[in-house]
Each structure stands twice: as C-alpha cells, then as structure tokens.
T-cell receptor
Framework: NAGVTQTPKFQVLKTGQSMTLQCAQD?????MYWYRQDPGMGLRLIYY???????DKGEVPNGYNVSRLNKREFSLRLESAAPSQTSVYFC???????????FGPGTRLTVT | AQSVTQPDIHITVSEGASLELRCNYS??????LFWYVQSPGQGLQLLLK??????LVQGIKGFEAEFKRSQSSFNLRKPSVHWSDAAEYFC??????????????FGTGTQLKVEL
C-alpha cells in the first residue's frame, strides 16, 4: 500500500516549456487535490476533484490545468511554465468529504 | 472568507521542555480542524483532527490539541519535546465545498527547533 505517489520528485524547466505532474493513490479515495507550497505562505489549493469525473478550481488555478484520469490518478499540467510557478507541488487524497487528506511526498519544480 | 493564523513563525525549545503552538481561525461555523507536521523534504503527515465532541483531542507522537470555541483557537501541545519533533507544523481548517469535496485552508506554519 503505497498511499499517494507523485512523479517526478524534481524537475527543472525553462520558461515557456510544458510538463505534467503525475499523482496516483491506491487507497480508493474519492477526492483528490493539488496544492503548491511557497515559503511563508503555507499550502494553497490549485485544483481539486471531489469525485471521479469532476474537477474544480481552487485558490490559485491560473496557469494550470488538471485531469482526473480515473479514480486513482489526478494529473496537473503546466502549459507554459513561468518563474512564478517555481514551487513545491503536493498531491493529496481523501476518502470522503471532511475526512483528513493524505499527502504525497511532493514535486520540487524550478522554472528558470 | 475563512482564514487560519499561526502567529509564531519560529519557536525554539529545549529537549524535554513542554511545547504549545498557537492556531487561531476565522470561520462562521465550527469547522473541522487539523494539525499536520512536515519534516524537511517530506510531505505532510496528519497529527490530529477535531470534528466534534470532546474538545481535547489526542494525536500521534504524544501530541494533543484543545479546541476553544470562545477563542477560535486550536492550540497544539506536547508535554515533553523530543529532538525528533523538530519540523514545521501547520494548522488547517476544513471547509465543505458546495460542489462536493472539501478544501483545507492552511496557516503559514510554525518552524520548531529543538535544542539538545
């Protein structure tokens, strides 16, 4: 039981490049989330998926897109990376509304 | 809009000393409340949660937190800190979304340093 897994762990992009961050959970959870963590700002929600087939914007969705591929997988795409998107990205999942969220180990992204 | 305040950015305590990390929230109803811990280079791990009922909740690693409605606070405590407790601690408030699912609003974190 791996919990929440994220790939890659580290990534360096040049401004304007695109990439997809992958997230998968093996806990049969319904809800999945993408956060970014920046120094002094805690974690901020980018997008979430309350259940398979639905996605919604969080606090800071600009510059990102998501896909809930199936119940297990939730990917985050940067179409044209910008230096302001340099951050640590965390994926999380929860069994049902109001339950605690389980976090992956994070992806450290640097955009130059 | 809901918000979470952790007024202490950094705290240093001696090993064996007691610890209290402060958390205040602004929300129209009694929210679900959480404390998470993050070790360097790691993801977040849930320490404890409050949904309802007894206002003193016990968590993992010897931590506890007390919900005080009158003060809109949910402070984290530990009677005797161990060197391995050095980490960053996040308080979070859960909002149930109209579209389903839930959204955690995090405080900005408190970095705990433990002196040997």
């Amino acid at each position: 039981n791996a919990g929440v897994t994220q790939t890659p762990k580290f990534q360096v992009l040049k401004t304007g490049q695109s990439m997809t961050l992958q997230c998968a959970q093996d806990m049969n959870h319904n809800s999945m989330y993408w956060y970014r963590q920046d120094p002094g700002m805690g974690l901020r929600l980018i997008y979430y998926s309350a259940s398979e087939g639905t996605t919604d914007k969080g606090e800071v969705p600009n510059g990102y897109n998501v896909s809930r591929l199936n119940k297990r997988e939730f990917s985050l795409r940067l179409e044209s990376a910008a230096p302001s998107q340099t951050s640590v990205y965390f994926c999380a999942s929860a069994r049902r509304t109001g339950d605690e969220q389980y976090f992956g180990p994070g992806t450290r992204l640097t955009v130059t | 809009a809901q918000s979470v305040t952790q007024p202490d950015i950094h705290i240093t305590v001696s090993e064996g000393a007691s610890l209290e990390l402060r958390c205040n929230y602004s929300y129209g109803a009694t929210p679900y409340l959480f404390w998470y811990v993050q070790s360097p280079g790691q993801g977040l791990q849930l320490l404890l949660k409050y949904f309802s009922g007894d206002t003193l909740v016990q968590g993992i690693k010897g931590f506890e937190a007390e919900f005080k409605r009158s003060q809109s606070s949910f402070n984290l405590r530990k009677p005797s800190v161990h060197w391995s407790d050095a980490a960053e601690y996040f308080c979070a408030v859960d909002l149930i979304l109209t579209g389903g699912g839930n959204k955690l609003t995090f405080g900005t974190g408190t970095q705990l340093k433990v002196e040997l």
